[in-house]
């Protein structure tokens, strides 16, 4: 491919969505595309300062705009570090997580206003818009029972029901505004049967990406 080729996975808690975008950056590797691998909130040294901040269960206390406005500087930091030089060289690059859960968490679960999001938001991505976003979709509390094993739950996951079915309703809302570019996958109880359903719609993607170049 002559360009890169950006592709990020969203979804609530406990969707899968790290396991399966894993799964994705092994298989491509392995068939010899050039792609890297990320994740927000962190991907660079400052990204992962920013992390260990917003996740933190215990020692700080955050705001809604303070957080915010983490979320944003490690984008921004992401952004000019890493996605864009690797998309330039015409890598294939997977993100778990990107602008769309800002919408999604801070937007609809935090109830913040969306256009102060968006002016935000477009300063911190500089124009950068996804190739493909699949949105990993489950029930709430299928969700949060699955990310909440093992006692580990973050700051994130720790809040009230209400909130996480506001965000998810929120990523559904973003899917329908989106269709071209959002594609939402049901998960199901085989992490096989799941993968296959994204593995098509990239496979799909990958293709048309490459006729086009």
């Given at each position: ?148 094993k093992g006692g580990s739950a973050d700051r994130v996951e720790k809040r009230d029901l209400e909130f996480h079915e506001k965000v998810r309703q929120g990523y559904l809302s973003l899917a329908k ?37």
């Amino acid at each position: 491919m002559k360009e890169g080729l950006f592709i990020t996975f969203e979804g609530p808690e406990g969707s899968g969505k790290s396991t399966q975008s894993r799964r994705l950056f092994d298989d491509l590797a392995g068939k010899g595309h050039d792609v890297i691998y990320t994740a927000e909130p962190g991907g660079t040294a400052l990204g992962e300062c920013i992390r260990s901040i917003i996740l933190d269960k215990d020692s700080v206390r955050l705001g809604k705009k303070a957080e915010l406005f983490l979320f944003e500087a490690d984008r921004t930091q992401h952004v000019e570090q890493l996605i864009l030089p690797a998309l330039n060289s015409g890598k294939i690059v997977i993100c778990d997580r990107f602008n769309t859960a800002t919408f999604a968490y801070q937007g609809y679960g935090l109830d913040m206003d969306k256009e102060i999001i968006k002016t935000l938001d477009d300063i911190a991505v500089s124009g950068l818009v996804p190739d493909l976003i699949l949105l990993m979709d489950i029930d709430v509390e299928t969700g949060l029972g699955r990310a909440g094993k093992g006692g580990s739950a973050d700051r994130v996951e720790k809040r009230d029901l209400e909130f996480h079915e506001k965000v998810r309703q929120g990523y559904l809302s973003l899917a329908k505004e989106d269709q071209e570019t959002i594609k939402v996958i049901e998960v199901t109880e085989d992490i096989d049967q799941t993968y296959n359903l994204v593995k098509d719609v990239v496979n799909s993607v990958i293709e048309r990406h490459t006729r086009s170049g």
